[in-house]
């Protein structure tokens, strides 16, 4: 148990992603202030560490299926997955949160004043994810391809060059952590996206919207700000790509 204390938070989730629950449950925002250990977070937290080690042990010792462990997957595979499946996701679920928020607040007659406030977070947080999604698909990530590994499983490359990747990296972990925590305003917001006794079923679906893109951006945030760009940065301290 001791062990597990002085891990960090990072390091946990990507060991068993469905530690991120637990996390998400606590107030842990793993995907993108995931490098506190888990002994340091309950303190600043005011967490029980023992009740929180009990919790996280029963959950890492059931017998249940577990996730890809992402963190043996190559990095140009990486980065399709994260292209293929979570760029995807955000571009086609954004116009259809907004068509629903928008239609709820301007057809239906109700009064929900604290969802122009989601909207107006929601429409700026897509607008940024958008811009981030290209200069990773754009800038970055074809950098990132270029350093697959030769035939003997290693890929020399210049370093200087890779300053501009490090700095690149550094300031899309910035863009995350914003963004991180302008989506956990509308979780604050909405109560955990729940939906009020008297909302009609437009509502609970908006809700319903909301909760999964929330689940799916915290995965794509962790996939990135643990998993690939460590490996990545990892690579250009050895001057090799790195396979753990």
């Known amino acids: 148990m001791k062990n597990l204390a002085s891990k960090t938070i990072s390091e946990i989730v990507s060991k068993d992603y469905r530690t991120s629950t637990l996390f998400t449950a606590m107030g842990i925002a793993y995907s993108w202030q995931g490098q506190e250990t888990l002994d340091q977070v309950c303190k600043r937290k005011k967490l029980n560490l023992e009740q929180v080690l009990n919790k996280l042990l029963a959950l890492l010792h059931s017998p249940t299926e577990r996730d890809f462990d992402f963190t043996y997957w190559p990095v140009e595979l990486l980065v399709d997955y994260i292209v293929q499946k979570y760029h995807r996701y955000i571009r086609s679920r954004v116009p259809v949160i907004k068509q629903v928020l928008n239609k709820l607040l301007f057809s239906s ?126 690579s250009g301290k050895k001057g090799e790509l790195v396979y753990d």
């Open 109 to 234: 007659g109700e009064d929900y004043t604290l969802l122009y406030q989601v909207l107006g977070l929601f429409e700026k947080g897509a607008a940024e994810l958008e811009k981030h999604m290209a200069r990773e698909e754009l800038i970055l990530f074809p950098y990132i391809r270029k350093m697959a590994p030769d035939e003997k499983g290693l890929r020399k490359f210049d370093a200087p060059h890779f300053d501009g990747v490090r700095n690149s990296i550094l300031g899309m972990i910035r863009d995350h952590e914003r963004e991180g925590e302008r989506f956990q305003q509308i979780k604050s917001i909405t109560k955990d996206f729940q939906s009020p006794k008297e909302a009609d079923e437009n509502y609970k679906i908006a809700m319903g919207l909301l909760r999964d893109f929330d689940h799916n951006l915290r995965k794509h945030l962790h996939l990135e700000n643990n998993i690939l760009f460590p490996k990545v940065l990892q």
